[in-house]
Each structure stands twice: as C-alpha cells, then as structure tokens.
C-alpha cells in the first residue's frame, strides 16, 4: 500500500535549527512536496523535490533520497512564526498526492 | 532543474468575475500540463490534463465550462476560473513536463473570491 510517516510533533526553541523527517512508499513516484500549515487555513506550498538531493530556499531546505524513500525539511534561524503544522506529499505514478498526516512543529522562545 | 512559473501569486476579485492562471514553462517545451486544486484540509486534486495543441481532459466532477484551460503552446498553459464564486476560493497549482522529464510544479495561486 501506499504511505508516508512523518512525526506527530515537535518542539524546537526560536533561533535554532529543526529538521522534519518524511519517508514515503508510493506506486510509482513523482516527487515530493513540503507544505505549510497554520491552524485554520489552507496549506501553503514550501518546496517539491524530485531529484536527490538538497534543495535550499531561505530559511527552509528541502532533502531527498529516492533510494531511501526518504526526505527532511531543514528550518533555520526559527522564528515564532514558524509555529505551525508541516506536511509531506509524495506523489504517486497517476501524479495524485500522497498526504502525510502532518508535523505540529511548537516553537518556544 | 527545470523551472515552472506560475502567475499570480495571489489574486483577490469579486465574486462573478473571471480570473486567470498562467503556468509557463521556463527551460523547456511542456507537452503535458498539469492543473491541481487544493482543498483544505485535503489531498491536492486534479483537475484536469492538458497537452500542447488539445482539448484538456478533465477529472470526474470537473466543471468543463467553468474552469477553461488552454495549452496553446509548449510553454503556456492558462486556467480561467470562469464566473467565480467564493466557493471557487483555493490554491491551485500547475505542473509541467516533456516526454522525456518528470513533472515540475509552479508555485500555486491561491485564489480569494470575495
């Protein structure tokens, strides 16, 4: 079957570095997307990986290995803004997207 | 890699108007385009398959006449959300790719019918 794990929440302090880790088990597979989510709003797209490899953008990286089913979204210099969910789609052969269930990331001061 | 651009942004227009989406493929001649809307708290869904020179084929449920794509050329294809509604309001999001790539996705429009 088709899956993606991602942890449930974490908490990271302003100003560090977290990562969020994904894996993924697809039929097929055409990359992998990185959304923002704050409470009560619709998903904001971060980043889509399809190569291995990192792919920076700011403050945010986005990671993948396609051997390892694996991929991580690297957030630097967090600010309380940053306090929102994040999640991992995989997208499948038919380029419909796998959706994990979601990572409440908390930032403290 | 391969660049997909997507425009606008974002758009805000009342709600009767028509409004409209451009994916352009940046380094490469797109024969197939891909239109995908975002519904809260939801998978992304397609919404239709586009290829360069024909009619789109639409997914099941997908009004035909209200959302018009064009795929004119190898690097252009538009969506036009005809007669909008709040209800339209979303993030829509369009994907690229030759024969010989993987697909590469825009950016998204996230679209507010007020």
């Known amino acids: 079957g088709q899956n993606i794990d991602q942890p449930t929440e974490m908490t990271a302090t302003e100003g560090a570095i977290v990562q969020i880790n994904c894996t993924y088990q697809t039929s097929g597979f055409n990359g992998l997307f990185w959304y923002q989510q704050h409470a009560g709003e619709a998903p904001t797209f971060l980043s889509y990986n399809v190569l291995d490899g990192l792919e920076e953008k700011g403050r945010f990286s986005s990671f993948l290995s396609r051997s390892k089913g694996y991929s991580y979204l690297l957030l630097k210099e967090l600010q309380m803004k940053d306090s929102a969910s994040y999640l991992c789609?995989?997208?499948?052969?038919?380029?419909?997207?796998?959706w994990g269930a979601g990572t409440k990331l908390i930032i403290k001061p | 890699g391969a660049v997909v651009s997507q425009h606008p942004s974002r758009v805000i227009c009342k709600s009767g108007t028509s409004v409209k989406i451009e994916c352009r493929s940046l380094?490469?001649?797109?024969?197939?385009m891909f239109w995908y809307r975002q519904f809260p708290k939801k998978s992304l869904m397609l919404m239709a398959t586009s290829n360069e020179g024909s009619k789109a084929t639409y997914e099941q449920g997908v009004e035909k006449d209200k959302f018009l794509i064009n795929h004119a050329s190898l690097t252009l294809s538009t969506l036009t959300v005809t007669s909008a509604h709040p209800e339209d309001s979303s993030f829509y999001i369009c994907s690229a790719r030759s024969t010989d790539t993987e697909a590469f996705f825009g950016q998204g429009t996230r679209l507010t019918v007020v």
């Open positions: 789609a995989a997208m499948d052969s038919n380029y419909q997207l796998i």
């Open positions: 380094d490469f001649q797109a024969t197939t």
